[in-house]
Structure formats: structure tokens, C-alpha cells
């Protein structure tokens, strides 16, 4: 576990996961990808650390949705 990075929390349960629930008013206003820049920014400050795995539920994207959330996430460099 030294120096390492996590950008989910982690737990037998959930494995990690990020969760932004958004009054709908908020939604499209790209909140959550400022919140995930400035994660992914802090991260990088920790030169040589080993970034854990995300594992992204694929029940959790339908339809048009899945590339959306697949291109959210490979515009942090996060690979499949």
C-alpha cells in the first residue's frame, strides 16, 4: 500500500466507487468533471505512486449513456 493512489474509496463491498448525485438542476454543468480533474491533479502530485484499477459496473450505463460515461472517464487518460 505505499505509495499508492486510489481515486475511489475502497471497501469488500464496493470495491470503489465514485457517486455524484446531482439535484437535475445542476446536471450538464459538468460538475463532476472539475471534481475528477482536481482529483486526478492531486494524484499526479505523487510522482511514481501506483494508480489503483476503477472498476466501472457495466449495469450501471445503458444505451447512449455507456459512451458518454466511457468517454468521461478515457478523457482522464483512464484506459479500459
Known sequence: ??????????????????????????EGQHIGTYM????????????????DSIKLISGQAHGDNKERRNRFYEQFGLEF
Open 36 to 51: 475528477l480533474n482536481e482529483i486526478v491533479l492531486l494524484a499526479k502530485q505523487w510522482q511514481g505512486a501506483k494508480v
Open 1 to 26: 500500500m505505499d505509495n499508492a493512489i486510489s481515486l475511489t474509496s475502497s471497501g469488500a463491498l464496493s470495491e470503489g466507487a465514485i457517486f455524484l448525485n446531482l439535484p437535475t438542476k445542476f
